[in-house]
Every structure is written in structure tokens, then in C-alpha cells.
């Protein structure tokens, strides 16, 4: 039996509350696409964090992974309150600079633990600094991503949210390499940090000048800034079951990502060089390419069939990349950052197709903040669980955390398609 279409089972769509053409959404592109690459490639900086801390021999695996855990657990928690207050208060882009700030201020307290603390304190700091970190990566993805939905049409939503999405795949193929460069002009890894964690704050305090919210114009027959916004209910099965498979998804991958840093250097010998900041690069990269063609795939196909494909290709790359050194190793690796990487405009575009307006920041909070975040809380420490204390299991670690993202696919069916494709649905 087919699935229903979200868009009968929701009425008609909601009117806009915003601009949707001309300089009104290119600002709201580039204005995002912006804080998109910063925050993306300052996070980029807590599994690094990790393995300058791990292989100064002075925290333990364990503590590695509660640092982890935190940063991760911390930015779901607070991405959902973030959400929350964004849908009722409006000030959006104001949001993501206080964000991006954070984790500038995330970044100087790691600095201060790699250079200047030891034993007890540096791991107490490392972990106060996760949390900081944490509060500010919370920001980003559901704002950012309610800005778009607003701005654009749903013919045309995945596409933008996948151009936006390439910018923060960009920041983080760019700052492995860039953080190697600037180590290497300052001579320090410590001061490096300090030097991205003022790149972080300089960016905070520009985005913080740019007041661009679709909500917020005045337009000819629409409600003016100061109207309320009167919500629909935004909770269904579908976003149930999108926040169970973002989550999965992220327990898998965000699992594999995070300890990468570690596994490349403990065993596969790239130590803590440039060759490991390019092979950072080259995984990250992946996520320039993949998002735009996802999110081309999501507005011409059935998004639940691209979602899918997404997260089977991203499992079957890391399992045969455990299994494959060389040029080979290499290329699997590209290939799943092509796949993983894509989450972004898939996610965020089916969120925006299920609900109403008013509640879409609270929404994307819930399906990545809940179930993305959410994932990469608990996927790192899942992964230390699983190496059991050694990083000589960290392969057969990722062979599992693959095999259940295969497996959650099966609930995307379950899912009601949109409409918004053109083509015949291929979950029927």
C-alpha cells in the first residue's frame, strides 16, 4: 500500500511569511552559507581535540570519550531550547552569531588545557571546554536551516539547503589542512587553536550585524514583524520516524568520524602531521560534492529513496574502507564522505515539506538536535565502548555502528512522501 502524502494529510501549504525572491534570499544564502563554513569548521576542531589531548599520553581513553560524549550530548540538549526560542522570538541570524561565538570561546579554553594545565586540570578544563563548545555548535543547523526553508520555495528548498550545506563541508575539508599551515607559521598547535578561535569570534561579530530573517520584513498583505505567529502541530510519525533515522544515521557515523583522527594516527601511522591534516581533507571534502547533488536528488526525487541511498552508500564505504589500505583505502574514504557528509539537505528538506511554518526551527531542533546531535552524543562513546579501551578495535567498532545504519533504512517506507518531487515516487 502506498504511503499518504504528507502535503493531503497537512492541508494546504502555509503562506509565506517572507521574501522569497530576489536579494531577500540571496542574503539569506550567503549570510548562512557563511556562518554555515565557520561553524562547521570550528567544530571540526573537537575530535582534534581529542587526539592532541589522547596522544600526549596524559587523558585516558575514557576520558576522551566522556569529553566527546558531552560536547555532543551538550549541543543536542541545547539545540532543541534553541529551537524553541528561536520560533517564538524571532532574531534568528542574531541567534547563530551568540552560537558561533561559543564555540570561539570553546576554542581558547582548549587552547589554554593543550599549553598551559596538567594531570587533573587539563582533563577538567577539556571537559568544561567540550561543554562551552557543545552550548555554541547547538546554534547553527536548526537556525540556519529554518532561514532557508522560509526563504525558498520547496521546488527549489533541497537545492539551497545543499549549496548552504556544501559551505560547512567546505569548512571542515579546509581547517584540517589550514590548522597544520597555521601551526606550522606559529609554531604551536595551542596557539593555532587560539588563532581559528579568533577567526570564530571575528566571524560572530559580523554575522551579529546582519539582521536578515525572512520573518521579520514587512511584505504587502502579510503580518508585520511584531504579529505572532500562530503554529500547527508538528509532531507526527513522520518526523518521529526521520528523528529515529537521523539518529541512527548519526550514532553510526558521527561514531566513526569522531574517533577517525585517533584510528588514522594509532593504526594506520599518520601521526600528528600534515599528511593527517590532509587525510582529514580529503574525508570532509567529500561533503562539498555530495551535499549540492543530494539536494539537487531530493528536489527531482523521492526524498525518502535519496535519503536511503545516502546512508546505505556511507555504510557500505567505511565497511570496505576498514578492509582497504593504499590509493583504494583512499578513494573509500572520499566515497564516504560523499555519502555521510549529505545529511544536511535531505534532513532538513523533508523536515520543512511535514510542518507548518512558525515551527520550523523547533522541528529541525528536534530532528537534528534530538536526532542528529543526539546521535553524535551517544556514537562516540558508543564506539569506545565497543573498542573496549583499545584503538586496535576501532575497525571492527565501525563494521557494527554500519550494519545498524543499514538497517534503519528499512523505516524510511514507512515515512509519507512529500509530493515535492517530480518523478514517481519509488517507495510507491
Same mark, same amino acid.
Given at each position: 500500500m502506498s504511503a499518504p502524502d504528507a502535503n493531503s494529510a497537512m492541508g494546504p501549504a502555509p503562506t509565506s511569511s517572507g521574501p522569497r525572491r530576489g536579494s531577500g534570499r540571496i542574503a539569506v544564502l550567503a549570510t548562512t552559507s557563511l556562518a554555515h563554513f565557520i561553524n562547521d569548521g570550528t567544530v571540526f576542531f573537537i575530535p582534534v581535540m581529542a587526539d592532541l589531548l589522547a596522544s600526549r599520553g596524559s &587523558?585516558?581513553?575514557?576520558?576522551?570519550?566522556?569529553?566527546?560524549?558531552?560536547?555532543?550530548?551538550?549541543?543536542?540538549?541545547?539545540?532543541?531550547?534553541?529551537?524553541? &526560542?528561536?520560533?517564538?522570538?524571532?532574531?534568528?541570524?542574531?541567534?547563530?552569531?551568540?552560537?558561533?561565538?561559543?564555540?570561539?570561546?570553546?576554542?581558547? &579554553?582548549? *587552547?589554554?588545557?593543550?599549553?598551559?594545565?596538567?594531570?587533573?586540570?587539563?582533563?577538567?578544563?577539556?571537559?568544561?571546554?567540550?561543554?562551552? *563548545?557543545?552550548?555554541?555548535?547547538?546554534?547553527?543547523? %536548526?537556525?540556519g536551516a529554518s532561514l532557508i526553508s522560509d526563504a525558498?520555495? %520547496?521546488?527549489?528548498?533541497?537545492?539551497?539547503?545543499?549549496?548552504? +550545506?556544501?559551505?560547512?563541508?567546505?569548512?571542515?575539508?579546509?581547517? %584540517?589542512?589550514?590548522?597544520?599551515?597555521?601551526?606550522? &607559521?606559529? *609554531?604551536?598547535?595551542?596557539? *593555532?587553536?587560539? =588563532? @581559528?578561535?579568533?577567526?570564530?569570534?571575528?566571524?560572530?561579530a559580523l554575522l551579529w550585524t546582519v539582521r536578515v530573517d525572512p520573518r521579520q520584513p514587512r511584505v504587502e498583505g502579510a503580518a508585520t514583524a511584531t504579529d505572532p505567529v500562530t503554529p500547527g502541530p508538528w509532531l507526527d510519525r513522520n518526523i518521529v520516524i526521520l528523528t529515529v533515522v537521523s539518529f541512527v544515521r548519526s550514532v553510526a557515523f558521527t561514531g566513526m568520524v569522531a574517533w577517525l583522527p585517533v584510528y588514522f594516527t594509532h593504526e594506520r601511522g599518520l601521526g600528528l602531521s600534515s599528511e593527517l591534516g590532509l587525510v582529514i581533507t580529503l574525508l570532509y571534502a567529500g561533503g562539498v560534492l555530495g551535499q549540492p547533488l543530494f539536494g539537487l536528488f531530493a528536489d527531482k526525487l523521492d526524498k525518502r529513496m535519496v535519503l536511503a541511498v545516502s546512508t546505505l552508500g556511507a555504510a557500505g564505504a567505511a565497511i570496505a574502507y =576498514?578492509?582497504?589500505?593504499?590509493?583504494?583505502?583512499?578513494?573509500?574514504?572520499?566515497? @564516504?564522505?560523499?555519502?555521510?557528509?549529505?545529511? @544536511?539537505?535531505?534532513?532538513?528538506?523533508?523536515?520543512?515539506?511535514?510542518? %507548518?511554518? +512558525?515551527?520550523?526551527?523547533?522541528?529541525?531542533?528536534?530532528?537534528?538536535?534530538?536526532?542528529?546531535?543526539?546521535g553524535q552524543a551517544i556514537g562516540p562513546l558508543l564506539v569506545g565502548l565497543l573498542a573496549l579501551s583499545s584503538y586496535s578495535h576501532l575497525a571492527s567498532s565501525f563494521e557494527i555502528l554500519a550494519l545498524a545504519a543499514i538497517a534503519v533504512t528499512a523505516l524510511l517506507p514507512l515515512m509519507a512522501r512529500t509530493g515535492r518531487h517530480t518523478r514517481p515516487p519509488l517507495f510507491g
Open positions: &587523558l585516558s581513553a575514557a576520558l576522551i570519550t566522556a569529553m566527546l560524549t558531552i560536547f555532543y550530548l551538550t549541543s543536542s540538549g541545547a539545540g532543541i531550547l534553541v529551537g524553541r &526560542l528561536a520560533d517564538k522570538g524571532g532574531g534568528r541570524g542574531a541567534k547563530i552569531a551568540i552560537g558561533i561565538l561559543s564555540l570561539g570561546v570553546g576554542m581558547f &579554553l582548549f *587552547a589554554v588545557a593543550i599549553a598551559w594545565t596538567h594531570g587533573a586540570a587539563r582533563g577538567t578544563l577539556s571537559i568544561v571546554a567540550a561543554l562551552v *563548545a557543545g552550548v555554541g555548535s547547538s546554534f547553527y543547523h %536548526p537556525l525558498f520555495d %520547496p521546488s527549489n528548498r533541497a537545492r539551497a539547503l545543499g549549496a548552504n +550545506g556544501a559551505m560547512g563541508s567546505l569548512g571542515r575539508a579546509l581547517y %584540517p589542512t589550514l590548522f597544520f599551515v597555521v601551526t606550522g &607559521l606559529v *609554531a604551536s598547535q595551542a596557539s *593555532a587553536v587560539v =588563532v @581559528f578561535g579568533v577567526v570564530a569570534a571575528g566571524a560572530a =576498514v578492509h582497504n589500505g593504499g590509493a583504494l583505502g583512499l578513494a573509500l574514504l572520499g566515497i @564516504f564522505g560523499v555519502f555521510n557528509f549529505s545529511g @544536511f539537505p535531505l534532513l532538513m528538506s523533508l523536515v520543512a515539506d511535514y510542518v %507548518p511554518k +512558525g515551527t520550523s526551527s523547533t522541528a529541525n531542533a528536534f530532528v537534528w538536535g534530538l536526532g542528529s546531535t543526539g
